[in-house]
T-cell receptor
Framework: KNQVEQSPQSLIILEGKNCTLQCNYTVSPFSNLRWYKQDTGRGPVSLTIMTFSENTKSNGRYTATLDADTKQSSLHITASQLSDSASYIC????????????FGTGTRLTVIP | NAGVTQTPKFQVLKTGQSMTLQCAQD?????MYWYRQDPGMGLRLIYYSASEGTTDKGEVPNGYNVSRLNKREFSLRLESAAPSQTSVYFC?????????????FGPGTRLTVT
């Protein structure tokens, strides 16, 4: 069964600290993996998209890693800011089929001053 | 560019009432989607339209209908609302249909059915 699991469910960190969010998936055959940021009351916004051959991808203070062999990904946030408070959703795309995106349930990050 | 817009932002319905959620995009995208987001669950695809003039069922289509009015607009209709349809609904669009096309999401409609 194609699934995407994220951990932790929620996380509270102090402003300025780093954190790492985890994503494990069983989607096969794999096409790509995306991380989205969803602010409260808003729609998800794409942070990164990684294909099978990419191990690391950065977008400012956000760095995503992918290990396609173990089917794991992480999102590392450096020097967190209050504006990083949001839900972070891991999405894995299947190679075939029209309904081919599998969404994780997200990690709710709260950055406190 | 406004991107993907949705109306209304909030709606409360009584069981059995009907309503239509509107979605429009100004990015000249070919494909559009409707998702629902429930607490503790990932986004689930309700219906999608790969291109103007076509619509197809997603993972959870029961109780919904859609219309691709033109290339810009894709509406979602609830004919007889049920409490189980209480959710946040997101419309999205992408340039094409397929695994590598990025989807752009609207701000969502929060629907409560009592």
């Amino acid at each position: 069964k194609n699934q995407v699991e994220q951990s932790p469910q929620s996380l509270i960190i102090l402003e300025g600290k780093n954190c790492t969010l985890q994503c494990n998936y069983t989607v096969s055959p794999f096409s790509n993996l995306r991380w989205y940021k969803q602010d409260t009351g808003r729609g998800p916004v794409s942070l990164t998209i990684m294909t099978f051959s990419e191990n690391t991808k950065s977008n400012g203070r956000y760095t995503a890693t992918l290990d396609a062999d173990t089917k794991q990904s992480s999102l590392h946030i450096t020097a967190s800011q209050l504006s990083d408070s949001a839900s972070y959703i891991c999405v894995v795309a299947h190679q075939t089929g029209a309904n081919n995106l599998f969404f994780g349930t997200g990690t709710r990050l709260t950055v406190i001053p | 560019n406004a991107g993907v817009t949705q109306t209304p932002k909030f709606q409360v319905l009584k069981t059995g009432q009907s309503m239509t959620l509107q979605c429009a995009q100004d990015m000249n995208h070919n494909s559009m989607y409707w998702y629902r987001q429930d607490p503790g669950m990932g986004l689930r695809l309700i219906y999608y339209s790969a291109s103007e003039g076509t619509t197809d069922k997603g993972e959870v289509p029961n109780g919904y209908n859609v219309s691709r009015l033109n290339k810009r607009e894709f509406s979602l209709r609830l004919e007889s609302a049920a409490p189980s349809q209480t959710s946040v609904y997101f419309c999205a669009s992408s340039e094409g249909q397929g695994a590598f096309y990025e989807q752009y999401f609207g701000p969502g409609t929060r629907l409560t059915v009592t």
